[in-house]
């Protein structure tokens, strides 16, 4: 078949009809031809087959949309792969927020205890996908979403030779604050980006060329409403939204200790009515509430990335990839989330000339979490799992972790084969 074929892996997920409307935006570059979704999820594959036929006819856009439940078939001849999988569901993830909770630790999906068990859970069947990709579309592109993103694409890349360039829409916030808080346009905000996906700074902002003005800089940081204004003007950076974790940590443990519901409990509420408005056969429009799900951006960079790739066309994003010199003090090995040039030999990371020097010691920190998380996930060694929890700044007590670890394991050992439990 002529043209793209672009697979969905974790289509089921409520985000997949975001990935049709930026194609249907950009349907005059890429010559997408087959859209295949696969998912474990025979229910939801069907109720999201049948909306997204409909909602690319709505868009106009000329497809072949396909469901499978083989991955197999899925992955066959792909130029690129999007995974957006959630292993164990919103179920576990709810296990996650609440069990460090018991020990007033952050109950997270992305960091700290919890989000090392969604990466212990994720990494085995990511690198299942990977292995897969290497025999059935060795050519192809594994654009990976799947959170934790900076670990998954760590382990992908260090334990398979898939082509995978790791994504989060956080690489593009900078822009949307500065659209909101300056009403100029993306195209004109530059800046440097360094740290780790869900750990990052972001310095040296410019518009069309020009630094900013304290006045703007403190406008841009306001929209960041996650981490304390006044906290961002003395670092002199904008910290990602997860540094909120990190400097408010008290703070949010007893906001999220209050709150009626988790995270992942409002989110599976919701989901019931997003799906509930894809089931219905006579809707062919994103439901409105797929607005309070989170994750705004993603499916432009993702289709930014496919440019830049299939059309040769040099491209500035943030991916998370191995450092190979972009962050001085951190491993060559150690994927990390910098601005790279993309375009169809892949990804070069560009040289970080100025880290903030505050921000040295939690990013060294977290690479060394996260690379002893990976060990652990792929070997299934509990002695590695126990030092990744103390090398973690939001962990790092052994009265915790001694505690922590047999409950974590046992609340997921349905989805740990590797630790033989």
């Not at 696969?38 to 109720?47: F, G, P, S, T, V």
């Not at 906001?255 to 599976?268: L, M, N, W």
């Amino acid at each position: 078949m002529e043209g793209m074929k672009f697979t969905i892996v974790g289509a089921g997920s409520s985000y997949t009809p975001e990935l049709l409307d930026e194609m249907a935006m950009r349907k005059e570059q890429l010559p997408v031809k087959e859209v295949m979704l696969y998912d474990i999820d025979e229910k939801r594959l069907n109720i999201m087959e049948g909306f997204c036929k409909r909602f690319a006819e709505k868009l106009g856009l000329d497809v072949e949309i396909r469901a499978t439940t083989s991955l197999d078939k899925a992955l066959y001849g792909a130029d690129f792969v999007d995974t957006q999988i959630r292993v164990g569901g919103n179920r576990q993830r709810v296990k996650d927020e609440k069990i460090p909770l018991q020990y007033d630790l952050v109950g997270q999906e992305t960091t700290g205890a919890g989000g090392m068990m969604k990466a212990f859970r994720t990494i085995p069947v990511m690198l299942d996908v990977a292995r897969k990709m290497e025999e059935l579309s060795p050519e192809g592109w594994l654009i990976n979403y799947t959170n934790p993103t900076g670990l998954v694409t760590e382990a992908v890349t260090r334990y398979t030779k898939a082509n995978i360039a790791g994504f989060c829409s956080g690489g593009i916030f900078p822009k949307m604050w500065a659209k909101r808080a300056l009403g100029i346009p993306y195209e004109q905000v530059q800046y440097d980006y360094m740290g780790l996906n869900h750990m990052n700074f972001i310095s040296n902002i410019t518009i069309n060329g020009r630094p900013v003005t304290e006045a703007e800089f403190e406008k841009i940081a306001a929209q960041n409403d996650d981490v304390d204004l006044e906290l961002i003007k003395l670092l002199g950076v904008i910290p990602s939204p997860y540094l909120q974790w990190y400097y408010h940590t008290n703070e949010k443990v007893a906001k999220f200790k209050a709150a009626p519901k988790t995270r992942g409990e409002y989110v599976q509420d919701l989901e019931k009515d997003v799906y509930a408005a894809y089931a219905d056969e006579t809707n062919c429009d994103k439901p409105e509430a797929l607005a309070k799900r989170g994750g705004g951006g993603y499916s432009e960079v993702a289709m930014g990335f496919v440019n830049a790739v299939y059309n040769n066309v040099d491209t500035k994003m943030v991916v998370n990839v191995p450092n190979n010199g972009a962050i001085s003090f951190l491993p060559d090995s150690a994927v990390v989330e910098v601005g790279c040039l993309v375009n169809k030999t892949g990804m070069q990371a560009l040289h970080v000339t100025e880290v903030p020097s505050m921000c040295w010691g939690l990013v060294a920190a977290v690479k060394n979490y996260e690379q002893l998380a990976v060990e652990a996930a792929v070997e299934g060694d509990v002695r590695k799992m126990k030092l990744a929890l103390l090398a973690h700044p939001l962990v790092r007590q052994w009265e915790y972790v001694e505690k922590l670890v047999p409950e974590l394991l046992e609340a997921n050992k349905e989805y740990l084969p590797q630790f033989h439990l």
